[in-house]
Nanobody
Framework: QLLLVESGGGLVQPGGSLTLSCAASGFSYTYYAIGWFRQAPGKEREGVSCISSSGGFTRYVDSVKGRVTISRDNAKNTVYLQVNSLKPEDTAVYYC??????????????????WGKGTLVTVSS
């Protein structure tokens, strides 16, 4: 199994920044691409970003492109999501998830193998 634990959420003013972390432990962390998802109250969970197992390919949903950077440090078994210029509509519980893809240079935000429990980001004055 793979255990994923998110951290770094909190209360941030509009225009501020956060860096979320997804720490992984368990079987063959580098075997998996890692995705970030978010879910606002009353809304469905949506894919935000992902990074391939090699780290050589990343993907971003259009609504965050230019404000978000995903990266991974395989030596620390950790994936980061840096979010800049936060907007109130970014308020959500953010989840990381792991999925294996045949290509080490591909990922998307389709079905996942493992989920973290989430970390809450609140953007408000």
């Amino acid at each position: 199994q793979l255990l994923l634990v998110e951290s770094g959420g909190g209360l941030v003013q509009p225009g501020g920044s956060l860096t979320l972390s997804c720490a992984a432990s368990g079987f063959s962390y580098t075997y998996y691409a890692i995705g970030w998802f978010r879910q606002a109250p009353g809304k469905e969970r949506e894919g935000v970003s992902c990074i391939s197992s090699s780290g050589g390919f990343t993907r971003y949903v259009d609504s965050v492109k230019g404000r978000v950077t995903i990266s991974r440090d395989n030596a620390k078994n950790t994936v980061y999501l840096q979010v800049n210029s936060l907007k109130p509509e970014d308020t959500a519980v953010y989840y990381c998830a792991a999925r294996h893809f045949v290509s080490t240079d591909y990922c998307d935000n389709s079905g996942v193998d493992y989920w973290g429990k989430g970390t809450l980001v609140t953007v408000s004055s």
